[in-house]
């Protein structure tokens, strides 16, 4: 199922693709959130859906920023994508504890919420002319030796 939504991550516009993964994925927790019985055969049907709709929201961000960096330098852009990441996972986690303290369904209801909030802003920002679909390069065309000034013919 990855390898079709990788398929499907490379071929539609990230303006779609971004808050499309968003709302799926709170629809998904949103599920979960309403799940009264564990033991329900909904549980086992729903619960597998949420690693892949995580997967789906980290392939759609690196599918479209591994497309905007250049190749010179994405290994150290890799790196401080990393560093954001881990910044992010903790304040995601760090939310969701908050809210787990309040009743233990809650840290669904509030991915569910922040992943709507997240679409919405998405859709904002594309309307916006800030997602903008990346030029596609062919890394191998691209060189440092291309980036260099030319050099003057000797005579």
């Known amino acids: 199922m990855l390898g079709f939504v990788g398929h499907l991550v490379d071929k539609v516009s990230v303006r779609f693709m971004l808050p499309a993964s968003f709302v799926v994925r709170a629809f998904v927790y949103y599920l979960v959130w309403n799940i009264k ?32 960096y250049p190749p010179e330098i994405r290994g150290m ?6 560093i954001f990441s881990t910044l992010g996972s903790f304040i995601y986690l760090t939310f969701s504890q908050a809210l787990y303290k309040e009743g ?5 209801l509030g991915v569910t919420t922040l992943d709507f909030i997240l679409a919405v802003v998405c859709v904002i920002l594309s309307m916006m002319g800030y997602f ?10 691209i060189s440092s030796k291309q980036m260099l000034p030319k050099e003057k013919p000797l005579r």
């Open 132 to 141: 903008v679909d990346p030029v596609k390069k062919d890394d191998a065309a």
């Open 104 to 108: 233990k369904s809650l840290p669904f």
């Open 37 to 68: 019985d564990p033991t329900d055969w909904s549980f086992y049907l729903i619960m597998p859906l949420i690693h892949v709709t995580y997967y789906v929201v980290v392939m759609t961000n690196q599918a479209y920023i591994q497309k905007m």
């Open 77 to 82: 852009c890799n790196s401080i994508a990393g």
